[in-house]
């Protein structure tokens, strides 16, 4: 099991960025496969981007290719969400989740650990 605890939420305009961290503990943190995802307003809960076990191969959603980079560091047993450009759309509460099969899937329901989620409002 591993427990989860995203930081670095907060206010941005427009166009500007914002980095996203997620802190893991728990078991070895190198066997999760990790994914962002977000739910905003009034809106279902859906897939941002995803890192395999390694950090080599990363996915992301269309809406946010281009402007947000997942990495990862095992050593420090963290996960980050480095987003730019940010746009009033992106406004929405940040998960990270841990899937231990390491599917690298882009649905939540692989993912069986996650974070109390992150609050991000871009003002236009």
């Known amino acids: 099991q591993v427990q989860l605890v995203e930081s670095g939420g907060g206010l941005v305009q427009a166009g500007g960025s914002l980095r996203l961290s997620c802190a893991a503990s728990?078991?070895?943190?190198?066997?999760?496969?990790m994914g962002w995802f977000r739910r905003g307003p009034g809106k279902e809960r859906e897939f941002v981007g995803g890192?395999?076990?390694?950090?080599?191969?990363?996915y992301y959603a269309d809406s946010v290719k281009g402007r947000f980079t997942i990495s990862r560091d095992n050593a420090k047993n963290t996960a980050s969400l480095q987003m730019n450009s940010l746009k009033p759309e992106d406004t929405a509460v940040y998960y990270c989740?841990?899937?231990?099969?390491?599917?690298?899937?882009?649905?939540?329901?692989?993912?069986?650990?996650w974070g109390q989620g992150t609050q991000v409002t871009v003002s236009s």
């Open positions: 890192i395999s076990r390694s950090g080599g191969n990363k």
């Open positions: 989740a841990a899937d231990p099969r390491g599917y690298g899937s882009r649905s939540q329901d692989t993912y069986d650990y």
């Open positions: 728990g078991r070895t943190f190198s066997i999760y496969t």
